[in-house]
């Protein structure tokens, strides 16, 4: 990429704000250097995936993804190169790291078939079981259909199923509680409500962990400030999974849950996926005012950073309700229209 197409992108971007403009310059000149492949590089490469991953939430989908697809790009083009044996584990796992990213860039711009050939990628490189869980992980969110009305994949049951088998017990807390989590919505969706109450339990005692301030994460893309936001310590991660399993099961806590969610998340990204997520509980309750009361409020955050997955999740929240004369089903339908 060239240096000015590389600025103009990242001025499009919320970037960290600790990282200028110049140092972004420079680790970008540093991933790029000509000649044998080295540590240091490896490491510019890796942090510079690491900025981008911190954008991940807040980023206009179609901009990060022209910067981490040419970091993509790069990354993986020394992939066939001689090296030493230590060099090529870490230049692995920084491949798969940004492959990581990537995907998930792809999947919240709703391009599906990008978004799987990026997470298989990432699986394949992988250097170690947790990145390879991690992977698994991610692939099972392609499949999992309980925010568009579906009763749950077993396609996504059974990643997330490998995912958690996979994971080592030392693996850092925040991909332990995502992945139990999002293992009891896959069955709570299918309805294996006992299942579903055991691995919820196996996620609180994973919340309730001490965790080191200093320990280094598996990936930066797997990061609290990136693709699992709602897993660091005290996260909203256990009430969306409540919420979520409980509109699945009947618990009549489900919405208080949400609310409760809704109103910590912090960053624009999560903030649509939460008010989607009680916008589908209230509607599972039959309430459809506030069904539409919720998804209407995620809709404009969705379309203003682009978040198009997120946006297709409020059609298929729309495609659920039968009462199309509906007062707030007409005027969803008419914000719907105006995106």
């Known amino acids: ?8 992108s990242i001025a499009a971007l919320t970037a960290a704000p600790r990282y200028s403009a110049d140092r972004l310059l420079e680790l ?15 490491a510019a490469m890796r942090e510079l995936t690491g900025v981008y991953a911190q954008t991940l939430t807040t980023a206009h989908p179609t901009a990060l993804a022209r910067l981490v697809g040419s970091h993509l790009n790069l990354v993986t083009g020394y992939l066939d190169e001689a090296m ?12 798969a790291e940004v492959a990581a990213l990537s995907g998930w860039v792809a999947s919240t711009a709703q391009r599906k078939g990008d978004a799987r050939a990026a997470h298989v990628l990432a699986r394949d490189l992988a250097a170690d079981d947790t990145q ?13 259909a309980n925010r568009q009305g579906g009763t749950g994949s077993p396609a996504a049951l059974r990643a997330l199923a490998q995912a958690n088998a996979l994971l080592p017990d030392h693996a850092p807390a925040t991909a332990r509680a995502w ?15 006992d299942d579903y109450r055991r691995t919820i339990a196996r996620m609180d005692a994973v919340m309730a962990e001490d965790r080191p301030v200093d320990v280094e994460v598996v990936s930066a893309s797997y990061s609290e400030g990136a693709a699992l ?5 005290g996260g909203v991660g256990p009430d969306q999974v409540r919420g979520n399993g409980g509109a699945l099961t009947g618990d009549p806590l489900a919405v208080e849950h949400l609310r409760a969610a809704v109103a910590n998340a912090s960053e624009p990204l999560g903030e649509a996926t939460l008010l989607i997520d009680l916008g589908q509980a209230h509607l599972r309750f039959g309430d459809l005012d506030a069904a539409c009361w919720a998804v209407g409020e995620a809709l404009p955050i969705a379309a203003q950073h682009g978040f198009t997955q997120r946006v297709g999740w409020v059609r298929a929240v729309r495609a659920q309700m039968r009462d199309d ?8 339908d008419d914000r719907l229209a105006a995106v």
């Open 28 to 42: 970008s000149d540093h991933a790029r250097r000509p000649g044998s492949l080295s540590a240091g590089q490896v």
């Open 1 to 8: 990429m060239q240096r000015r197409t590389f600025l103009a």
């Open 179 to 193: 992945l139990a989590g999002k293992y009891a919505e896959q069955q709570a969706a299918i309805g294996l409500d």
């Open 325 to 332: 004369v509906h007062p707030a089903v007409r005027e969803l």
């Open 132 to 144: 390879r869980a991690l992977a698994f992980g991610s692939l099972a969110m392609l499949h999992a």
């Open 84 to 95: 030493t044996p230590a060099l090529r584990l870490a230049l692995g796992s920084a491949a």
């Open 229 to 233: 936001t709602f897993w660091g310590l």
